[in-house]
């Protein structure tokens, strides 16, 4: 990200690999993905949350991680957490809602009569809309 020049204007974090101001994933909140690499491989999944700045995403119950915790007055004997870990956008893929298949996505400024489509996101496979939060 550009300079920090207001309190309205996110910092830049440690793990802030990108420059842009805004940056548009191909993976929203609510789709369903399907794990193309890795331990999960195979497995499709409901996205919880996206990191932007780290290009990453968490899926519902996939790449389970041990969280260790320190004792403390909330927790006496300390423990041991199960919890969901983010991964890089680029090991998930999109799972179509027309087709049911995972694909790439496009997207379209405007349809074939020239109306606006809003940036409408599209399978590459079978040029349905692909559906999940949002427009």
């Not at 899926?59 to 389970?64: A, K, T």
């Given at each position: 990200?550009?300079?920090?020049?207001?309190?309205?204007?996110?910092?830049?974090?440690?793990?802030?690999?990108?420059?842009?101001?805004?940056?548009?994933?191909?993976?929203?909140?609510?789709?369903?993905?399907?794990?193309?690499?890795g331990?999960?491989?195979?497995?499709?999944?409901?996205?919880?949350?996206?990191?932007?700045?780290?290009?990453?995403?968490?899926?519902?119950?996939?790449?389970?991680?041990w969280?260790?915790?320190?004792?403390?007055?909330?927790?006496?004997?300390?423990?041991?957490?199960?919890?969901?870990?983010?991964?890089?956008?680029?090991?998930?893929?999109?799972?179509?809602?027309?087709?049911?298949?995972?694909?790439?996505?496009?997207?379209?400024?405007?349809?074939?009569?020239?109306?606006?489509?809003?940036?409408?996101?599209?399978c590459?496979?079978?040029?349905?809309?692909?559906?999940?939060?949002?427009?």
């Open positions: 990200m550009s300079t920090y020049d207001g309190r309205f204007m996110l910092k830049p974090k440690a793990g802030d690999t990108t420059s842009r101001e805004r940056i548009i994933l191909d993976v929203r909140t609510d789709d369903e993905v399907m794990i193309i690499r331990d999960d491989q195979g497995k499709k999944g409901k996205v919880l949350r996206t990191i932007p700045h780290k290009r990453q995403v968490v899926v519902q119950n996939l790449n389970y991680i969280k260790h915790l320190r004792r403390s007055q909330q927790n006496p004997q300390g423990g041991r957490l199960h919890k969901e870990a983010p991964l890089p956008i680029s090991r998930v893929m999109v799972v179509c809602q027309s087709c049911g298949e995972p694909s790439r996505v496009y997207r379209k400024r405007k349809d074939e009569k020239g109306e606006s489509l809003r940036g409408q996101r599209f590459r496979k079978c040029d349905g809309p692909v559906s999940g939060k949002g427009k």
